[in-house]
């Protein structure tokens, strides 16, 4: 058993822990930071399977993610835009396959107009709102206690708007039913993206990669440590509470350090046993946060064939399996990959059946958008976030239904000497790599505050 002493130990080497622990270093305090897996990146994971670089967690970014924008500066890492000429394909309630350019899906004009009037009411209620402070929108009771599914059909008589609207939330982002969160929750995604707008403009939320791939990222930031990292570490036991700090016991090594944070999911923090035990109110609130659950689906194929027939690769469609799917070549690659999610309920139903079947059934909710040369990949890949120990979902948390006006308040609050950072507590890049290196900057920023008093 490895003895360390340190100003600070980090539970989590993912974007957050690792930016918290530079920002600290960087001020002087020394370091430690426990990882559970045999690799750095948490949900930031660039992997070569069969011969393909992969993403098989986060990879996109948008315009608006200063914070990510400038870590890579720092880093030296460059970007390119995801591959967008051509046209977009929407599959409708009845199987119709429909080309099209812009934002708005090609639906009969009554649609359209429910769906725009729509993206104005949540444009207007998103920009009433702090992303740092959902609670504090005017109505944020109301707007907590109803679930998004709801709200929307208060709204309109329109199927397939609500359906729509629905998905830019619920299949694509939060990744649960829009029963199962509400209108708040919605919001905050919202804003945190800057507006409901820019999650319909997949140009904008999906903007750009990074060559060779984002988790280069924790990669490049956990080389800054050197030996202060520490993997295949899982920390099972902190002790905290006698006011002189707090004792992480993982497998393996003690780190005794003054403060602690906690950089990892919320869903996880009971897989630690607090001695002494968290206060009533985090155990109350760490249970009304959740997982959402999506498959990212990675099929490559020998060419990007969909541009000959002048598709940029871009297809949604609420009726399919998978509800969105766009070309995800790597940069420089001749073969042609897409990148396809199914979210929740689909994602639920199709791993109830057989590998073979799961394949099968995705690769022809493939061939619907881009015809049947889409089911013969060369490569393909299940990215099963549901399935890892460490994460239990993806892509971030969320609250259930009148949780986050009960408690989003209290999310960052630190206990004692135990703080909290991950993206799934972040405001501005909520459940985005963008804020996971918000809340590391954040709590590293309090810590040295703290340290210094
Ligand atoms: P993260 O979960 O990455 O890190 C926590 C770390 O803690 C993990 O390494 C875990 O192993 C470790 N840990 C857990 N318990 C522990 C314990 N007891 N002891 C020690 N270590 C422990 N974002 C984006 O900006 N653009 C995108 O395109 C996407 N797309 C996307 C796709 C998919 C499939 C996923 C899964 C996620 C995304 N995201 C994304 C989200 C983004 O990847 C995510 O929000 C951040 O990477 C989260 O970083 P954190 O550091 O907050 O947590």
């Not at 090609?106 to 725009?116: D, F, I, L, N």
């Not at 709102?129 to 929108?137: A, G, L, Q, S, Y």
Request: glycine share 8%; with cysteine.
């Amino acid at each position: 058993m490895v003895e360390l002493n340190r100003d600070v130990v980090i539970v989590g080497a993912g974007a957050a822990g690792l930016t918290a622990a530079n920002a600290l270093r960087k001020a002087g305090l020394s370091v430690a930071v426990l990882e559970a897996r045999d690799r750095v990146g948490g949900r930031l994971w660039t992997d070569v399977i069969d011969g393909a670089m992969l993403e098989i967690g986060g990879q996109w970014v948008s315009p608006d993610q200063d914070a990510l924008i400038d870590t890579l500066a720092d880093l030296g890492l460059e970007t390119y835009d995801r591959y967008r000429e051509g046209d977009s394909v929407y599959v409708d309630q009845t199987g119709r396959l429909t080309r099209f350019t812009g934002e708005i899906f090609p639906v009969p004009p009554a649609t359209e107009k429910a769906m725009v009037d729509l993206i104005d009411t949540l444009d207007g209620l998103a920009a009433q709102m702090d992303p740092d402070r959902p609670w504090e929108h005017p109505d944020a009771e109301a707007l907590d206690r109803i679930s998004f599914e709801a709200w929307l059909a208060e709204r309109t008589d329109d199927q397939e708007a609500r359906d729509n609207i629905a998905l830019f939330i619920a299949g694509a982002m939060l990744t649960k039913p829009a029963h199962a969160f509400s209108t708040l929750q919605a919001l905050l995604m919202a804003a945190s993206a800057g507006s409901f707008s820019h999650l319909v403009d997949a140009d904008f939320i999906l903007d750009k990669r990074v060559v060779g791939g984002l988790q280069q990222v924790p990669l490049l930031l956990a080389e800054r440590l050197g030996d202060d990292v520490f993997l295949g570490r899982p920390v099972r036991t902190l002790e905290w509470g006698d006011g002189t700090g707090v004792t992480a016991i993982a497998d393996d090594v003690t780190v005794r350090a003054r403060f602690a944070i906690l950089a990892l999911a919320p869903n996880l923090y009971p897989r630690i046993s607090f001695v002494p035990a968290l206060p009533r109110l985090q155990h109350q609130m760490h249970q009304h946060l959740s997982m959402g659950f999506v498959i990212k689906v990675h099929a490559v194929y020998d060419r990007p064939f969909w541009r000959e027939q002048g598709l940029s690769g871009t297809a949604f469609s609420p009726y399919e399996i998978s509800h969105e799917a766009y070309d995800n070549t790597n940069h420089g690659d001749e073969r042609g990959t897409l990148v396809a999610f199914v979210s929740d309920r689909n994602a639920d139903d199709v791993f109830r059946v057989s590998a073979g079947e799961r394949k099968e059934r995705i690769l022809e909710s493939l061939s619907h958008y881009y015809g049947p040369e889409a089911k013969n990949p060369v490569v393909y890949y299940e990215s099963d976030w549901g399935s890892e120990e460490w994460t239990r979902g993806a892509y971030a948390a969320s609250f259930d239904l009148g949780g986050l006006h009960r408690y989003g308040a209290d999310l960052r609050d630190p206990v004692g000497p135990i703080h909290f950072a991950c993206s799934d507590l972040a405001g501005a890049g909520y459940q985005h790599v963008d804020g996971a290196i918000r809340m590391g900057r954040l709590v590293a920023s309090h810590i040295i505050e703290e340290a210094r008093a």
